[in-house]
């Protein structure tokens, strides 16, 4: 084997030389029959673990959409849910009895309006708004807590989400064990079933999906800030799912060093990119996400580049045997814009350290289906309309 150092080491040969190395052919990845063989006894217990969280939160969801449904028909005073409403439950029969009573104030406003029957409509109705919604907060916080004390589960669960699997290691691990994954493993292979299964584990590097880049939209609030404002690529071989997005970056500008923001607005100029918020910097990025939490070669490091290995233009490089998935979100340089709005594919090279250079051991390549025409797209929304929307979503503030 030859030796493996850390990525730091070969940074310093591609800053030297113009590429990765000169890569020819590419097998399926040495270490990859390991890896799945693992993969697959392993989700085995983690799966029937999951279905149990799953069990124990599906009544909790389940009443929240049903409380959620209440809410909607306590605001358009939909009166058929009426004889829906469960009596034996405190919050279903509040509801049942505030339907009850606000009919009874309404024909008598019919028949004598009065301002203050009109009042107490109101308030009678606010005050079951808010009961209701007690209640779906109180779901929430419920299912906020489960979630929380089942992190690391979760944690285990996410190379088992959509996984492909080996079906031979699943009934063997089935042996000692249960769960919906072991009844869809014993399934013959033309019957329906919620897992997909191969009989090879070498197979799996031959399953590939491609889909288009998705079509940018206008930034909006988020869950946890803003959304949208971004085009994606996805990209899926074997148990390998690769995302990346060409979007905004933002930054506070009091934390961004003067060389990285002198960089930005150099970005953006020669982009045509406008951008006047007075507490915030902004660039062009790429975001990018690999399921690749453990090597399946030699490799001991990343590229993401433009171009083959080797005459690659490098937009980022990570370490292999994280344990985690592979995330980042880099500025672009204007070059490297200018190569996804023409549809330039990106590639994400598998790479082991070597004494002098770098030796590329697989590679997947991102697919470009759409890329250039959403890339263009975005970018005309970046020098036309991104500035002003950022400035109605977070308001200059007075203080900075």
Request: net charge negative.
């Amino acid at each position: 084997m030859r030796p493996a150092h850390t990525l730091s080491i070969f940074a310093a040969s591609l800053a030297l030389g113009p590429g990765i190395v000169s890569a020819q052919g590419f097998g399926t990845p040495s270490r990859l029959a390991e890896v799945e063989l693992a993969r697959s006894r392993d989700c085995v217990a983690i799966l029937a673990r999951v279905e149990v969280l799953n069990a124990e939160m599906e009544p909790i969801a389940r009443r929240s959409q049903r409380l959620t449904a209440i809410a909607q028909a306590i605001a358009l005073e939909e009166r058929s849910i009426i004889d829906s409403l469960n009596v034996e439950d405190p919050v279903e029969a509040r509801v049942r009895e505030w339907f009850a009573n606000d009919a009874s104030l309404a024909r008598r406003y019919v028949n004598q309006p009065d301002a203050s029957l009109a009042a107490e409509r109101t308030a009678n109705r606010e005050t079951i708004k808010a009961t209701v919604t007690r209640a779906i907060t109180g779901l929430r916080e419920e299912a906020s807590a489960k979630v929380a004390d089942n992190q690391a589960l979760i944690a285990e669960a996410a190379p088992c989400d959509g996984a492909i699997f080996v079906r031979s290691a699943v009934l063997t691990a089935c042996e000692t064990g249960s769960g919906p994954i072991c009844e869809d493993a014993r399934l013959a292979a033309s019957e329906g079933a919620r897992f997909r299964f191969v009989d090879d584990a070498a197979s799996i590097w031959e399953i590939e999906e491609i889909r288009p880049w998705t079509q940018p939209g206008p930034l909006r609030p988020g869950a946890t800030g803003l959304d949208g404002g971004r085009t994606i690529g996805f990209t899926r071989v074997g148990n390998v799912v690769a995302t990346v997005a060409l979007t905004p970056l933002f930054a506070p500008k009091a934390q961004v060093p003067p060389e990285a923001l002198a960089a930005y607005e150099a970005t953006n100029d020669s982009l045509g990119l406008a951008f006047s918020h007075p507490n915030l910097v902004f660039t062009p990025a790429l975001g990018i996400r690999v399921a690749l939490p453990q090597p399946l070669d030699e490799e001991t490091g990343y590229v993401l580049h433009f171009g083959e290995p080797d005459d690659a233009d490098v937009v980022w490089m990570g370490d292999a045997g994280t344990g985690a998935p592979l995330e980042a979100t880099v500025p672009l340089s204007p070059s490297q814009v200018r190569r996804l709005a023409t549809g330039d594919p990106l590639m994400l090279t598998a790479v082991q350290a070597t004494e002098d250079t770098p030796d590329a051991v697989f590679a997947i390549g991102i697919g470009n289906v759409n890329q250039a025409r959403n890339a263009q797209a975005l970018l005309t929304y970046m020098a036309s309309q991104l500035s002003a929307d950022v400035t109605q979503l977070i308001p200059p503030s007075s203080g900075s």
